[in-house]
Nanobody, 122 residues
């Protein structure tokens, strides 16, 4: 069983910043692609960002490019999502996701964390 544990959500004003953290699989995760997806009420789940553990490959949704940054600390088995210049429309439950296949990570990830709520007030 692959466990993903997120933290770092909260309430922030528009224009503010947050850092989300996700502790990845306890076993060797060098083969996993890791990322973040978001689900807002009344909207479809949206892929936000993803990377491989080498950090050589990253990808972002167009809606967050230039504002969000995904990174990893392999020694801590942790993936981060830095959210900057937040907008009210970024409000959602953010899930850490993982998969062994890149395309699945961006469409239908196999492994999910429990989610952490990000609320951006105007």
């Amino acid at each position: 069983q692959v466990q993903l544990v997120e933290s770092g959500g909260g309430l922030v004003q528009a224009g503010g910043s947050l850092r989300l953290s996700c502790v990845g699989p306890g076993r060797s995760f060098d083969n996993f692609f890791m990322g973040w997806s978001a689900k807002a009420p009344g909207k479809k789940r949206e892929f936000i960002a993803g990377l491989d553990w080498s950090g050589d490959t990253t990808n972002y949704a167009d809606s967050v490019k230039g504002r969000f940054t995904i990174s990893s600390d392999n020694a801590k088995n942790t993936v981060y999502l830095d959210l900057n210049s937040l907008k009210p429309e970024d409000t959602a439950n953010y899930y850490c996701v993982a998969d062994l296949v890149w395309i699945r990570l961006t469409t239908k990830p196999t492994y999910w964390g429990q989610g952490t709520q990000v609320t951006v007030s105007s």
